[in-house]
């Protein structure tokens, strides 16, 4: 390599890292602001205390949805549950036990994250998708978007977890991943599997969806989005062989 060429390699370098350090600052900088300014704290944990009480008050036999959710069109208001009834196969057991709702999404992304080893291009892109202020809200408010990204990375790894993106349709398109391995199809089977018991409440959450008003839109998902696409930028990076080629399993 050329003393030049070897100048431009470490320009490239200075560049990705700085605009990396950078995006890092200015997430701490929302951070701080967020917590100091506009009442975080407050509301630290809120979704996941949303649905975990959805679940519980489902297995106490008073409904997984809301009465007036129920009851025909309605504004969609905090506390509202907009998710299909597969997800208290999620929701149920982590109710009792609210550490592993953030210990497992977030240690198996950054496993396979950094199993991936991902190209420095892609670290100013990953650092953007968690620098997004909807991304930190998510994050902070503990929303099951925690277990839908864990759910794109292991699609972009093994394929069949892709399909339980599934369980939040409003981010539709992102459940392709993985879509043309045959673990994925076996994923989408163990769904439908898992949807039979509670096909009943299957009408239920149509009304809901359907007859839902506000923020509960079809478009309600996607300032999503860019935190999903964490893993993307990272598999795309991947330099680790074999450690995310997609195979027909």
Same mark, same amino acid.
């Given at each position: 390599?050329?003393?030049?060429?070897?100048?431009?390699?470490?320009?490239?370098?200075?560049?990705?890292?700085?605009?990396?350090?950078?995006?890092?600052?200015?997430?701490?900088?929302?951070?701080?602001?967020?917590?100091?300014?506009?009442?975080?704290?407050?509301?630290?944990?809120?979704?996941?205390?949303?649905?975990?009480?959805?679940?519980?008050?489902?297995?106490?036999?008073?409904?997984?949805?809301?009465?007036?959710?129920?009851?025909?069109?309605?504004?969609?208001?905090?506390?509202?549950?907009?998710?299909?009834?597969?997800?208290?196969?999620?929701? /149920?057991? +982590?109710?009792?036990?609210?550490? *592993?709702?953030? #210990?497992?999404? %977030?240690?198996?992304? =950054?496993?396979? @994250?950094?199993?991936?080893?991902?190209?420095?291009?892609?670290?100013?892109?990953?650092?953007?998708?968690?620098?997004?202020?909807?991304?930190?809200?998510?994050?902070?408010?503990?929303?099951?978007?925690?277990?839908?990204?864990?759910?794109?990375?292991?699609?972009?790894?093994?394929?069949?977890?892709?399909?339980?993106?599934?369980?939040?349709?409003?981010?539709?398109?992102?459940?392709?991943?993985?879509?043309?391995?045959?673990?994925?199809?076996?994923? /989408?089977? +163990?769904?439908?599997?898992?949807? *039979?018991?509670? #096909?009943?409440? %299957?009408?239920?959450? =149509?009304?809901? @969806?359907?007859?839902?008003?506000?923020?509960?839109?079809?478009?309600?998902?996607?300032?999503?989005?860019?935190?999903?696409?964490?893993?993307?930028?990272?598999?795309?990076?991947?330099?680790?062989?074999?450690?995310?080629?997609?195979?027909?399993?």
């Amino acid at each position: 390599m050329t003393t030049v060429g070897a100048k431009q390699l470490d320009w490239r370098r200075v560049a990705l890292l700085t605009a990396t350090g950078l995006l890092l600052a200015f997430t701490a900088f929302e951070l701080w602001i967020a917590f100091t300014s506009h009442n975080w704290a407050a509301a630290l944990d809120g979704d996941r205390q949303i649905y975990a009480e959805a679940a519980q008050r489902w297995m106490r036999g008073d409904g997984f949805y809301l009465p007036r959710q129920l009851a025909g069109p309605y504004w969609t208001e905090v506390g509202d549950v907009l998710y299909p009834p597969t997800t208290l196969y999620v929701f /149920l057991p +982590l109710s009792f036990v609210p550490v *592993l709702w953030y #210990l497992i999404p %977030i240690g198996v992304l =950054l496993w396979l @994250v950094s199993g991936w080893q991902p190209a420095m291009w892609a670290w100013p892109l990953m650092a953007a998708s968690l620098a997004y202020p909807e991304s930190l809200a998510l994050i902070r408010s503990g929303n099951p978007d925690l277990w839908v990204l864990v759910a794109v990375a292991g699609g972009l790894r093994w394929g069949w977890p892709g399909a339980l993106v599934l369980l939040k349709p409003s981010v539709l398109p992102v459940a392709l991943v993985g879509i043309k391995t045959r673990g994925w199809w076996l994923g /989408l089977g +163990l769904l439908v599997l898992l949807t *039979l018991p509670l #096909l009943p409440m %299957i009408q239920d959450w =149509l009304h809901v @969806v359907t007859d839902s008003r506000g923020f509960g839109g079809i478009g309600y998902s996607l300032d999503d989005i860019p935190l999903l696409t964490l893993p993307l930028w990272a598999w795309l990076a991947r330099r680790s062989p074999g450690s995310g080629d997609f195979r027909a399993r």
